[in-house]
Nanobody, 124 residues
């Protein structure tokens, strides 16, 4: 089992920045691929970015590549998502997830453990 708790969400103006954190406990965090996902009202949950267990390989959705950065600190059992130049259309609940099997990182169905999410609201 892996328990995940997200934090760092909030209200930000368009063009602003937020840093999300996801603290993990339980099973060995350092061996899991970690992903950040988001779900806007009425839409499907989509992957934003993912990072392999060593941190050496990173995947990002095309629309966020130049603005969002995923990183991890295995010593602190934490994964981060730095979000810059946020857009109004990126208002959503942001979730982190863990995949102990290190399967295809950009497929949300490969993730076994999920946090409860943190709300990010981007205003005009």
């Amino acid at each position: 089992q892996v328990q995940l708790v997200e934090s760092g969400g909030g209200l930000v103006q368009a063009g602003g920045s937020l840093r999300l954190s996801c603290a993990a406990s339980g099973r060995t965090f350092s061996s899991c691929t970690m992903g950040w996902f988001r779900q806007a009202p009425g839409k499907e949950r989509e992957v934003v970015a993912a990072i392999r267990s060593s941190g050496g390989t990173i995947y990002s959705k095309d629309s966020v590549k130049a603005r969002f950065t995923i990183s991890r600190d295995n010593a602190k059992n934490t994964v981060y998502l730095q979000m810059n130049s946020l857009r109004r259309g990126e208002t959503a609940v942001y979730y982190c997830a863990a995949d102990p099997g290190n399967k295809a990182a950009m497929n949300r169905r490969n993730y076994d453990y999920w946090g409860r999410g943190t709300q990010v609201t981007v205003s005009a």
